[in-house]
């Protein structure tokens, strides 16, 4: 907030530079002996205008340059000279090819415009955003891209009421591009098929690991497919007061309890993340703890916890949420995601998934 008011000088500067050129061109023009000229000045005008202006304001801004010109050689009484004619020849042709610049730049945003539909609509139907309330239970969830303007990575999260309770999963692919997008849709449907038919938690996480392993062998090169993604699923069975984790791989989810203490849900033997079948194996546990009335679960991804400072100093959300209270789950999430890019800056390197739930 406290950078708002430069950049809006600033733009309104950018602006107004087409109109300043011209007139401090005419200026300089009246005010210099008839062998100094402002044309260079003048014609940069409609150069400036044509990724600013639309086509309106830019055909004018070359007319404008054309008369003033023309305005001014009159009234040096030299219209008809050589030089005077060559050079508001220059002018004209600029403001022609000016125009051309503005169709041009005015078509690419367009295309740039389509481009982010479709990628907001990928999203939607890759990541939809959860309903607030599932099982009784308030939820949010929030994606934040590392690169601005982009909408589609490797981070992915779920949320689906079963008959065995509201399940939850929050994970993140190995790599970026289409390749990690295709391992996001392949265990986000692997999910939502898995939560609502087994019968346990561990048999979930069990599922997620055979649908990578399938889609690693029908596709060629890891180029196309990733291969192993880190996660962690949580399961809070209708009408108990618990909530059971699996970790594969993936941060540990955070407990904050109604009275600001936070804990930190290590889990308690470490797995190999999904997909990774290959280089061992061995039973997933769900590891049980309590969930009061009040509470919240936040499961995240490593974009939150290993976002730097400019001093190389990880962003600890246990740390920062400890003592605090929030009114909600969507406001617990917004508060994270304006902290994490006040700590990081300019220097956020990856995508950032995050999910709370919280028992009312």
């Known amino acids: 907030m406290e950078q708002e008011g430069p950049i809006s000088y600033a ?8 109109a300043l050129l011209i007139v401090g061109g005419t200026f300089y ?15 940069a005008a409609p150069l400036v205008a044509a990724p600013l202006y639309a086509r309106r304001g830019t055909v004018l801004t070359g007319i404008a340059t054309v008369l003033v010109v023309t305005a001014i050689h009159a009234g040096m009484g030299i219209l008809f000279q050589v030089e005077a004619v060559t050079e508001l020849v220059t002018v004209a042709t600029v403001a022609v090819l000016a125009v051309l610049i503005n169709l041009l730049v005015r078509r690419g945003r367009e295309e740039l415009a389509s481009q982010r539909e479709i990628a907001e609509a990928a999203q939607r139907a890759v990541l939809p955003e959860p309903a607030e309330r ?16 982009a909408f589609i990575g490797g981070d992915l999260y779920a949320v689906q009421d079963s008959p065995h309770g509201v399940r939850l999963v929050v994970g993140d692919v190995r790599g970026k591009g ?24 561990e048999a ?22 990733e291969g192993f993604t880190t996660a962690v699923l949580a399961e809070l069975p ?15 989810p955070l407990l904050l ?40 679960l936040l499961l995240y991804t490593d974009g939150l916890s290993e976002a730097r400072d400019e001093r190389g100093r990880f962003f600890e959300p246990a740390d920062r949420l400890s003592g605090r209270l929030f009114q909600d789950p969507a406001a617990l999430l917004a508060t994270l995601a304006r902290e994490v890019h006040r700590h990081a800056g300019e220097a956020t390197t990856d995508d950032m998934a995050l999910l709370a739930v919280r028992r009312p």
């Open 257 to 296: 309890c109604p009275d600001g203490i936070v804990h930190t849900l290590h889990a308690g033997e470490p797995a190999l993340p999904l997909g990774m079948g290959d280089f061992g194996s061995w039973p997933d546990r769900a590891e049980e703890t309590a969930f009061r009335s009040g509470a919240t």
């Open 238 to 252: 209708h009408g108990e007061g618990v909530v059971r984790i699996v970790t594969r791989g993936h941060p540990p």
């Open 134 to 149: 599932i099982g009784g239970l308030a939820i949010a969830a929030r994606y934040e891209a590392a690169q601005a303007g």
């Open 29 to 43: 023009d009246y005010l210099t002996p008839s062998r100094f000229t402002a044309g260079p000045l003048v014609t």
């Open 178 to 201: 289409m390749g990690a997008v295709a391992a996001v849709a392949v265990v986000i449907g692997a999910f939502r098929e898995a939560a609502e038919q087994e019968a346990t938690l």
């Open 204 to 225: 979930v996480a069990q599922r997620l690991d055979r649908a990578l392993a399938r889609e690693a062998a029908r596709r060629e090169g890891i180029e196309l497919f």
């Open 11 to 18: 733009r309104t500067f950018v602006r107004l530079l087409p």
